[in-house]
């Protein structure tokens, strides 16, 4: 998976350095792309999907993959992005409002992660790389998770849940339910309005404090 497939010319460019080069064709782009879907249909292990490969099934030359995507890992990213349900656009209305629509978007990719053998099989082939992974989760993950880490800042400033609770926690504790559902527990429920359900019911946790009644004291 890790091996060297680089062409040495192009070695340290990745896409960013496309953007000073000639203008990308998003035909050839989609093209790569589809590629690599279609050898991961026919069941090719991402181990064996070399660049050379990528190129020869695609119709292609290597310089143009590698004037888009600085190695495997990144195009492999980006094809598992093409896969995925797009990231949401936040409505900004509310915390709750923009929770809702993060839930509702990994609701979806746990759906088709179930629905799709092949994307199931590339996910699990993905975590045994380190490389890729590492990838995978600097271009995809974690800007997913900083998002959600200022939605609640938002949140706390807004006076929409109280400012004491770590926001890395609170981050945890919205999303790691549906994450378990989607990943670890491949049996159980990803329905609809399941999303609204987590929130709405971390929220009665971290909600303001409303302040306590004083007990009216009665004549003896």
């Known amino acids: 998976m890790d091996g060297v497939d680089q062409d ?16 990308r064709s998003e035909a050839v782009e989609r093209s790569i792309i589809e590629g690599v879907m279609r050898l991961l ?3 090719v292990p991402l181990a064996e999907i070399s660049i050379e490969r990528v190129a020869r099934i695609a119709g292609v030359g290597k310089a143009t993959i590698y004037r888009r995507w600085s190695g495997r890992e990144e195009l492999f990213c ?12 936040l409505p900004g209305t509310s915390m709750r409002d923009d929770l809702i629509v993060i839930l509702e978007s990994l609701r979806r990719r746990g759906l088709v992660t179930r629905s799709s053998a092949i994307m199931h099989n590339v ?3 993905m975590k045994s790389s380190p490389k890729l ?9 974690e800007p997913r998770r900083l998002m959600t880490l200022d939605v609640l800042r ?7 849940f109280r400012a004491d609770v770590d926001v890395e926690l609170a981050n945890d504790l919205f999303v790691g339910p549906m994450l378990v559902r989607a990943v670890i527990r491949p049996d159980a429920g990803l329905e609809e309005g399941l999303s609204e359900r987590i929130v709405d019911t971390v929220l009665t946790g971290l909600g303001p404090a409303t302040p306590v009644a004083t007990p009216v004291a009665t004549p003896e």
């Open 154 to 160: 938002r949140g706390q400033a807004n006076g929409e």
């Open 123 to 125: 996910y699990a082939q």
């Open 8 to 23: 040495p010319a192009k070695a340290g460019r990745g896409r960013g350095a496309a953007a000073r080069g000639r203008p």
């Open 78 to 89: 980006d094809v598992l992005r093409t896969a995925e349900p797009p990231d949401p656009q």
């Open 41 to 43: 249909e026919e069941g």
């Open 133 to 141: 992974w590492k990838v995978y989760h600097a271009a995809v993950i």
